[in-house]
């Protein structure tokens, strides 16, 4: 079984920031890719950042405010949100895509979602 817990959201003001983590775990042998997307309520499914090798990927409307980094040894990645607005309110979701042992494939996985709600 492999899963993927998020955490790190909650309610915060505009100009606050928020960091969201992400704890992969289970029979993971490689991580190909890693990412963070949102949805907002009404609006379809976005991507806010993704990481693979360590390089990176941002959406316009995020960039020089989020931060996403990921830590190999714990299989875990971040998200750092500085700055928020509202307009950053969203469902926050973890994403992965890695080669799985048990048994042996490239699996897409998807993380719960974790709120984030940015308002005055």
């Known amino acids: 079984q492999v899963q993927l817990v998020e955490s790190g959201g909650g309610s915060v003001q505009p100009g606050g920031s928020l960091r969201l983590s992400c704890a992969a775990s289970?029979?993971?042998?490689?991580?190909?890719?890693m990412g963070w997307y949102r949805q907002a309520p009404g609006k379809e499914r976005e991507l806010v950042a993704t990481?693979?090798?360590?390089?990176?990927n941002y959406a316009d409307s995020v960039k020089g405010r989020f931060t996403i980094s990921r830590d190999n040894a714990r299989n875990t990645l971040y998200l750092q949100m500085n700055s928020l607005k509202p307009e950053d309110t969203a469902v926050y979701y973890c994403?992965?895509?890695?080669?799985?042992?048990?048994?042996?494939?490239?699996?897409?996985?998807w993380g719960q979602g974790t709120l984030v709600t940015v308002a005055s």
């Open positions: 994403e992965m895509v890695a080669v799985i042992s048990i048994p042996l494939r490239l699996l897409e996985v």
């Open positions: 289970g029979s993971i042998t490689s991580i190909n890719h």
């Open positions: 990481i693979t090798s360590g390089s990176t």
